[in-house]
């Protein structure tokens, strides 16, 4: 979630707060997109007693954190867009992630990373190892755990 669309979301959250619950429960509100943002954005305003419908253009949740499953009966299931989230960089963020932590939502991924840089054949490659003590979160059980249980 970019640096924007959280202050957007502290910012509706501070406006949300403010109103009257007979007021927020007379508002309908339509929400752009299910990924991380649109998501949690959604889930303030229910909260708050607002009515939400949430839009979609992609076949399912999540935005860029989106899962999808193979038209064979389901039997192949991958994320795609974000492949896993890196530290946080923001409190807000680095609180929303530790709360999916405690829910379940996010693990950490526990696999051998290396980035691959410039080799000295020319198109060539070398695949350095990432450093261990780097974060690698990712959904769970799917990458778009993290904004499903935000739209029910």
């Known amino acids: 979630m970019s640096e924007l669309n959280m ?23 339509a929400v752009l997109g299910s990924g991380v943002a649109g998501s949690t954005a959604a889930r303030l305003l229910a909260d708050a007693g607002v009515r939400v419908t949430v839009f979609e253009c992609g076949r399912g949740l999540g935005g860029r954190t989106s899962t999808r499953t193979s038209r064979e009966g389901g039997r192949y ?5 974000a492949q896993y989230i890196s530290g946080p960089k923001t409190e807000p963020f680095g609180k929303a992630l530790a709360d999916w932590r405690t829910a379940g939502f996010v ?5 051998r990373f290396a980035d691959a840089v410039a080799g000295p054949a020319p198109g ?27 739209t029910e």
């Open 107 to 111: 693990r950490e991924w526990d696999g």
């Open 124 to 150: 060539g490659a070398a695949f350095v190892p990432v450093s261990p003590e780097k974060s690698h979160l990712v959904g769970y059980p799917a990458m778009n755990s993290i904004s499903s249980p935000k």
């Open 77 to 81: 299931v991958f994320d795609h867009g």
């Open 7 to 29: 202050v957007n979301l502290w910012v509706l959250l501070i406006m949300i707060s403010t109103v009257p619950p007979r007021i927020a429960e007379s508002l309908e509100v």
